[in-house]
């Protein structure tokens, strides 16, 4: 076979190891990370440099940008996270992201080798453990690893043509600043990956393979990968809320501009115009020696994205007011459904951990309006408000479609791969949902007793109505108690939530067995009977799934 050719076959596949290699290390790191990534966006303030530290921090965890923005796009879209913090942490994960391409510029020197061996290291260590942490760690490593080995090959294949003056002319014949630029932006946008594209540039720049014949040009590239990288957040706003599209928005405006001022400021410092170039006099020289030009190019990469950021964030306002302008207002503004998901978004399904956070909380906003219901059927029932029928039934119909959805999101995030731990936890939400479920149709219970109470012109005795309103102040105390206990972990207060159940339990026994002495001294009428055995149990079944939602999860 043709040397070229096969020079080119393995050049390819070097770059699909590459790729490979750096998505099975941002996805292990992305599950390793999953409960620190849901603390620190749980933290989001109006602090920008907090905002900023977010998103490098997050964005270096994860080696992608594009995970980071997706996600801000989608906290955005469910009205978590406001506009002006989705900039600060967006102008932070272009910090984050240069992460990779300093990884990258260290194969240019001795220390490779070491390493590619990870690479066998981290699969012994997914092979042999049962722990899906350590798995995760060992597929990580073997990510980095593969990484290594992917530049590597490149550089061995790409050395070949560094003697090659047909190759060499034709890089160098490639010197329009405005087409390297789109030849950046573009390849980024296949990739979705601008450290991947400036990774690869780096293994060129490494062998001798100077796009554009030196100077200036290289960096064009790097520009380009930039704005390109703004794709990914694009799509991923397509059909979002007003504000998640502003927040891609941000996101493309931030990197234009950057990349605009920066270009004006090459063009000018060049050496057709000042007679000499703003590479060779800033990178080149600060960072010389051999085997230097990928630490050349990591490093500008780094110091574009940080000057863009102290640029750029002291007019964090103006940039969310032009997406405001960019993205007006719709004429009619429109509020969710009470059925429709207030904290989840699809987006958040490239980060199980982060979605699973996101579907507890819309778990007890489900169980909120279920113990809502409760309370109106109670009342209902106490008042012989036949009104209440109605608002419990168009209430628990709400509740039924909120549970069909978290049921779906369960079940793709489950078929998504995630560790041991998250499906204990999607287990777990899937039996609370269930009793929450349950609990809202036992409200129903409450408003047939009440239509048939009002029909039948029931009277109960002295007293019964204060009894019951103190059983059901019990199960709202109680569920206050459980919600404490899954969303803050507070599993101190378990035995608490155990007691008042228990208390519960023996107002139940208390109750019928009083119920049945007035029977037999002909204090209460006999048709009562069904009703107030049936109303009293139904209120101690709810106690029951209470309690099964507070042992539901392991402290």
């Not at 530290?53 to 997706?70: D, E, F, R």
């Not at 129903?444 to 109960?460: P, Q, S």
């Not at 037999?520 to 009293?536: D, H, M, W, Y």
């Amino acid at each position: 076979m043709n040397e070229h050719v096969v020079n080119i076959i393995m050049m390819l596949a070097a770059c699909g190891a590459f790729l490979v290699g750096f998505k099975f290390l941002s996805d292990n790191m992305e599950k390793l990370a999953g409960n620190s990534l849901k603390k620190l966006f749980n933290k989001t303030s109006d602090k920008k440099l907090v905002g900023v530290g977010i998103g490098a921090v997050s964005t270096a965890v994860v080696q992608s940008s594009g995970v980071t923005t997706v996600m801000v796009v989608g906290f955005v879209n469910a009205g978590i996270m406001s506009l002006y913090q989705a900039a600060t942490v967006i102008m932070g994960s272009n910090i984050g992201t240069t992460i990779t391409a300093q990884l990258a510029a260290l194969s240019s020197f001795d220390i490779a080798p070491i390493f590619i061996a990870l690479l066998f290291i981290g699969v012994m260590m997914e092979m042999l453990s049962k722990n899906d942490k350590v798995k995760s760690i060992g597929l990580a490593i073997a990510g980095l690893g593969l990484v290594f080995f992917g530049l590597e090959i490149m550089s061995d294949s790409m050395s070949t043509y560094k003697e090659s003056e047909a190759v060499i002319g034709l890089l160098e014949s490639i010197q329009n600043p405005f087409l390297l630029l789109l030849f950046g932006i573009v390849f980024t946008a296949v990739l979705q990956s601008s450290s991947a594209v400036t990774t690869i540039i780096i293994a060129m720049a490494t062998q001798g393979l100077i796009i554009g014949g030196g100077g200036n040009a290289v960096l064009y590239i790097i520009l380009g990968s930039n704005i390109g990288s703004c794709a990914t957040a694009l799509i991923s706003s397509i059909g979002t809320s007003v504000n998640a599209r502003r927040a891609s928005i941000i996101h493309l405006l931030f990197n234009i501009t950057g990349a605009v001022l920066f270009t004006i400021m090459l063009l000018i410092w060049s050496d057709g115009v000042v007679g000499s170039n703003f590479y060779e006099v800033t990178f080149m020289r600060w960072f010389s020696g051999e085997g230097a030009e990928g630490t050349q190019i990591a490093m500008f990469h780094t110091f574009f994205n940080v000057l863009c950021t102290a640029m750029f964030l002291p007019f964090t306002k103006v940039l969310v007011k032009l997406s405001q302008l960019i993205v007006p207002d719709k004429k009619q503004k429109t509020e969710k459904e009470p059925w429709e998901l207030a904290f989840m978004d699809k987006r958040f399904l490239t980060t199980p951990t982060v979605a699973l956070g996101q579907l507890k909380k819309e778990t007890f906003r489900m169980a909120d309006m279920s113990m809502e219901s409760l309370q109106i059927a109670f009342r209902g029932f106490i008042d012989r408000d036949l009104d209440a029928i109605d608002k419990v039934y168009a209430a628990n119909e709400n509740i039924a479609k909120i549970s069909e959805q978290i049921s779906d999101y369960l079940v793709r995030v489950s078929a998504s791969g995630v560790s041991f731990a998250d499906e204990k936890l999607v287990s777990a939400l899937h039996s609370n949902i269930g009793d929450i479920a349950r609990i809202a149709e036992l409200a129903d219970n409450l408003t047939k007793y009440t239509k048939r109470e009002v029909k039948e012109n029931l009277v109960f005795s002295d007293g019964i109505n204060e009894k019951l309103g103190v059983m059901h102040e019990r199960l709202q105390q109680q569920y206050q108690l459980v919600k404490k206990i899954i969303l803050d972990k507070a599993y101190e207060i378990l035995p608490e939530s155990d007691g008042v159940e228990d208390e519960i339990d023996a107002m139940r026994r208390d109750l019928v067995a009083e119920h049945i002495v007035r029977l037999s001294q002909g204090k209460c009428r006999p048709e009562n009977n069904t009703i107030f055995i049936n109303l009293v149990c139904n209120l101690e079944r709810i106690g029951d799934h209470l309690n099964f939602i507070a042992h539901s999860t392991d402290n």
